[in-house]
């Protein structure tokens, strides 16, 4: 099992990216998708979470309003789509896939990405 994330990059305070993270190697349609962060010296942070559907969302509290989760199960990809993005959002992200009773804590998803980095500038 492989995830794969992209979409990381350098943007100034306000601006925009889109993160994706491709799955392969089994089909996680009946699966939680998720996306936590982590800055230098921090502890890993949730993002947002999908469940299989995409009928049910949760955000950490600092992205909510300014960050979407989507996914396409037909291509095994969860997206990360993150406006008005400010200096705190500087770190790296993963995405990682969960059982469907995954929640907002790390410690229930089973596979995870290598990380994306991204940093914005003020």
């Known amino acids: 099992v492989q995830l794969q994330a992209s979409g990381g990059g350098l943007v100034q305070a306000g601006g925009s990216l889109r993160l994706s993270c491709v799955a392969s190697g089994r089909t996680f349609s009946r699966y939680v998708m998720g996306w936590f962060r982590q800055a230098p010296g921090k502890e890993r942070e949730f993002v947002a979470r999908?469940?299989?559907?995409?009928?049910?969302?949760n955000y950490g509290d600092s992205v909510k309003d300014r960050f979407t989760i989507s996914r396409d199960n037909a291509k095994n990809t969860v997206y990360l789509q993150m406006n008005n993005l400010k200096p705190e959002d500087t770190g790296v992200y993963y995405c990682?896939?969960?059982?469907?009773?995954?929640?907002?804590?790390?410690?229930?998803?089973?596979?995870w990405g290598q990380g994306t980095q991204v940093t914005v500038s003020s």
């Open positions: 990682a896939v969960g059982p469907p009773i995954a929640t907002m804590t790390s410690g229930e998803y089973d596979y």
């Open positions: 999908i469940n299989w559907s995409g009928s049910s969302t």
